[in-house]
């Protein structure tokens, strides 16, 4: 008998236990003592508390995970994104204690999550990679390597990703603050602080090739493009890109098929490649898990990945890759403050009232009265339209985005929307700078808000006569 | 007062004054208004959410006439959010200029460069390193140079 | 400018106008007074109140409707499914106020709407009718033919729809009562007495081919099977049907698509058909509207078919049909109680909570406290879900269904998840008189809900003295 | 009587007697029961709705030789089992209808909602959100309409 301990929290538990609740398998959710009334807990059928120091260092407790694992009989782990699920010691943990770890092998994952070993098995593998990207222990060394390739570069963790421990600089002055802040948060994410240098392409775009292992074969899931980032984080994406030909995915998912053959990868990862403006392309980095926008590929290719990556992790074949449909676009709905350089925002959440209309899927794990706490991600939930067409997909996501009502704590809301309805997304020139180049002040709030707020704020007196001050107040003058 | 009253042709009219993202914005009501049903209005202590068509804000009603303070001129510089201290850059008595990073903060995995609102001398450093703070809790004053 | 004015009310009303502003089309609502509070009210840009005698007449309102578009500027109207959607008086009236009526034309609806001129129609086409299908306008004129064809027969309305107007009768002797019955709700829901007898093929699945046509050519886009209904109403359908091969999806959409082409048909249409338990198959009539079951293509084939409808409506071209792919169901959830001959229910919605997980779709119009009335159908909303097969379709359904809190009036919802989950169900094997040869007894409370439910009920006593009405009572009469 | 009390071992355990489509179950409850979190329970006038799993049931208390008082002339909502207030949906002045929903109580992992006896309108609100309240403690008091 199966049964699969999800090791983490939010949204993602959330859509990994549906799909193991459809499948008919037991579930077992994980949760810090701060997260004991949270979403994800309800939708296992069992729950463990897990400690730590602090609300999110329950997720990074290995020793805590296998301890519930072990108390609930679960024979499996779904590690989800983030916290453990790219960490080689956990799957090599997971794999002692005879508990499947659903996602690649300890050795895949080593070979291809750690960036300086991915890079250079796609050197070995023909695969281009970008200029000057080397590891380098000290800012002197980081310095070396940036006057051969020339500024503007990147500071980068060997061993993260999601943005965290990720710098850029545009000249040798800034380096040594950079690098010192950039480690300092690849420490404190990461508890690895070997770091990477290498020219910064510009402008550029991300795009990622979705595959699935065996160990032996791979399968491409076509790309999304992911270019437009705030802080380095990823906040809408696309799939197909506008900018990718037919030739231009074959050889994408060719060069992610060989990589990922090369390591011997099993199960669901992600590719990740940079476009330059020539056209060039460069291998970037593999993410050895699920990704926060698989829903994407799942609405064009009507896969499952998550069941996809059970049932490969249980023994089972690679899916057939069925002809890919029409067009999908994520947004993502963060707790942050868009007017001021994207700061996370806390706070309670006041009113929840999510979108519904056809191929419009939400992806969330979040309660009217639920505390968003400052330990975690800021990510609140996902939207993802489906249309026959980008435009279609587009329309779809902005009629989801103004029917979400999500008040209580600021959240970018309206920055998505007017980021959708811009002339450079209509016309799919995104890049990986387009929204730092761009500055977004908040609409004034229109009448009707301020009437609404005024009217709720200071409600008129009551109508009834014995309840109105003035007409009191009238009677006792006319009385004195 | 927030609210004033007046009479006009028998209505009675309500000007509420709403701070919003640091704005202030004069309203007239006068409870014939129509707001789309659809807006989502939802009172929290200290103010009301209000949520139309994908835009959500914070309104506070405005007490009192007095000018609020200038934020630039803010001797006190607060946590923009909760999160641990990573690292405090300077001590009571140092000179900084606008924009000098007083303290770094982390918060949601990030870090978060507080700098000086204006050029002056550190009063007080009200936090140390590795300390948990509360939103809009006063980590470091100023004093004019 | 377009502007179209939405005929109806509930979900359909809600769905079709979420389209229109995806569309970036204004949108106007019209309701009855008892309706002032829908939520399809909410969805449009103007609402307009529309009298009626009672709180659906407001719906069947010719004049009141045309008014209503007049004053608001509509240019368009979508008649939804239901009320006036059949009605070709209405099309003609809309024709007439130079309105865009969103369907067939008044003729090619009076063509195929109407029992007796489709059948002839088909015959004309070479299409198989049931044998015996004949007008008839008393018990006697039943009777003979029914003594030709054997029984068990079915008395329908020549010009209705939706099951209403609708008796099987098994032997002579019910005859007349079933006729005068069925007669009478013909009269009262379609103002249109005209009554058909026919064979009843037994058992007969339901099988109908979605089509939409531009007057000149038409394009079928698969069938759905509908076969489980109770009280003549289906209630749980799906795509594709388990027992239509590729030939016979072949003849059946060729023979939807002859019969459209021979009307002259415009917009979107349903044909519907028997299949006997021989493989025979026959024309059984076609409703020229919008389908609830509609989703169900939607989600195999990628199209919207209210934009779409929207789209022919004002001029444009056929879509082209493009492959479907994997398997979708919808159940319906019903105010009715299985328990007792699935009774229409009323009452309040106190708490409700939609599921939501990937490729589950919620089409409903419904909020907390709102009061479920009895003047209308008993559909609170559709829960459609898609999967690569029909197996992981059920499953993500059930899941869907289980998620579900819907609280305050009774549903089908644990009819639905049973009927799901049965053996006939999971072997496909679905007749049209499936449910009704099926007893189902709601199960017994689990032990979680009595506790719950105890618990909820009946709170323990206040621990503090003071608070103890016993307590009062008792110092009181030591006073005494 | 609807609920007799029993002592064992010095726990307080209830029996309750429900009604459900027809058919009376005998409950016994001492407050250590767990319920899963996902049940959603949703007292309404007369009875409460259990929603669990996709079953949704109507359970109404049976009600023996000493009438309970009627719950529609109550003035006040009061907590019925000690716990934390989840939400506030009213606020005074509101007029509500006989269910409507006035505040959730979250107790023993599951949520209460704490619906109107009667039609009328709100008089006070004695809580906020985030309170913890005691049982029998007054959360809302009602005025006629």
């Known amino acids: 008998m199966t049964k699969i301990l999800v090791a983490n929290r939010g949204e993602i538990a959330c859509r990994i236990l549906r ?7 037991s579930s077992v959710a994980v949760h810090s003592e701060a997260d004991k ?35 609930t009989g679960a024979t499996a782990i779904h590690p989800g994104y983030g916290f453990l699920s790219t960490n080689a010691r956990f799957a090599t943990a997971c794999e002692r204690a005879k508990l499947t770890f659903i996602g690649p092998t300890a050795a895949a994952m080593t070979t291809l999550g750690d960036k300086r070993s991915a890079r250079s098995t796609a050197e070995r593998c023909g ?26 570069i990147l500071v980068k963790a060997a061993g993260g990703g999601g943005g965290r421990g990720l710098r850029q600089v545009d000249e040798a002055a800034g380096l040594p603050e950079a690098f010192a802040a950039a480690r300092r948060e690849a420490e404190s994410s990461f508890r690895d602080g070997r770091m990477l240098v290498e020219k910064f392409i510009h402008p550029a775009r991300h795009i990622e090739i979705q595959i699935l292992g065996d160990g032996k074969k791979a399968v491409a899931f076509g790309e999304r493009e992911c270019s437009l980032q705030r802080r380095f984080q990823k906040i809408i994406e696309e799939s197909p890109s506008p900018a990718v030909s037919g030739s231009l995915r074959a050889a994408l998912s060719d060069a992610a098929e060989r990589l990922a053959v090369a390591a011997g990868y099993s199960n669901a990862g992600t590719v990740e490649f940079l476009l330059g403006p020539d056209g060039a392309w460069y291998f970037l980095e593999v993410n050895a898990r699920l990704q ?44 942050e403050d868009p007017a001021r350089d994207f700061l996370p925002m806390t706070g309670r959440v006041a009113a929840l009232r999510w979108p519904h209309r056809p191929d419009l899927r939400v992806d969330a794990g979040l309660r009217e009265g639920q505390e968003i706490l400052p330990w975690f991600d800021p990510l609140l939930g996902k939207i993802i339209a489906w249309g026959p067409d980008r435009e279609w997909a587009r329309r779809r996501l902005l009629g989801g985005l103004r029917d979400l009502v999500l008040a209580g704590v600021p959240t970018n809301q309206r920055f998505l929307i007017d980021t959708l309805e811009s002339d450079f997304f209509v016309q799919g020139e995104t890049f990986t700078t387009t929204l730092e180049s761009q500055s977004w002040t908040p609409p004034e709030p229109s009448k009707a808000m301020l009437v609404a707020a005024a ?8 109508k009834s006569k014995s309840a109105s001050p003035w007409r009191t107040r009238g009677s006792w003058r006319m009385g004195s | 007062m927030a609210n004033a009253r007046l009479v006009e042709n028998g209505i009675v009219k309500r000007v509420v004054r709403l701070k919003c993202r640091g704005r202030v914005h004069t309203v007239e009501v006068d409870g014939t208004e129509a707001v789309p049903r659809r807006a989502a209005v939802v009172p929290v202590p200290g103010g009301v959410w209000v949520s139309l068509d994908g835009h959500c804000e914070f309104f506070e009603p405005v007490l009192g006439s007095v000018p609020l303070p200038s934020r630039a001129a803010d ?3 607060r946590a923009p959010m909760t999160g641990r201290i990573v690292s405090i850059r300077v001590k009571p008595g140092d000179a900084v200029r606008e924009g000098d990073v007083l303290v770094i903060l982390e918060a949601m995995k990030m870090e978060y460069r507080l700098a000086a609102p204006a050029a002056g001398k550190v009063a007080t450093v009200r936090v140390a390193e590795r ?7 006063v980590l470091v004053t100023m004093a004019p140079p």
């Open chain 1, 455 to 462: 009217t709720a704020a200071a409600p008129p007196a009551p």
């Open chain 1, 292 to 335: 926060v926008e698989h829903p994407i590929t799942e609405a064009r290719f009507g896969i499952d990945l998550v069941r996809a990556q059970v049932e490969l992790a249980l023994g089972g074949s690679l899916p057939a890759p069925a002809e890919p449909r029409g067009h999908a676009i994520e947004a993502r709905i963060n707790a």
């Open chain 1, 127 to 152: 695969i281009p990679v970008i200029p000057g990207a080397r590891e380098c222990d000290s800012p002197e060394a980081a310095q070396a390597i940036a006057d051969r390739v020339g500024y503007p």
């Open chain 1, 37 to 71: 009334d949270s979403p994800h807990v309800d939708e296992a059928d069992e729950a463990v508390q897990v400690e730590g120091n602090d609300p999110a260092k329950s997720y990074l407790n290995i020793q805590g995970l296998l301890e519930a694992a072990g108390r």
């Open chain 1, 19 to 25: 799909t193991l609740r459809d499948m008919g398998i």
């Open chain 2, 75 to 77: 001797p006190e510089v």
């Open chain 2, 131 to 137: 300390d948990r703070v509360e939103i809009g809790a």
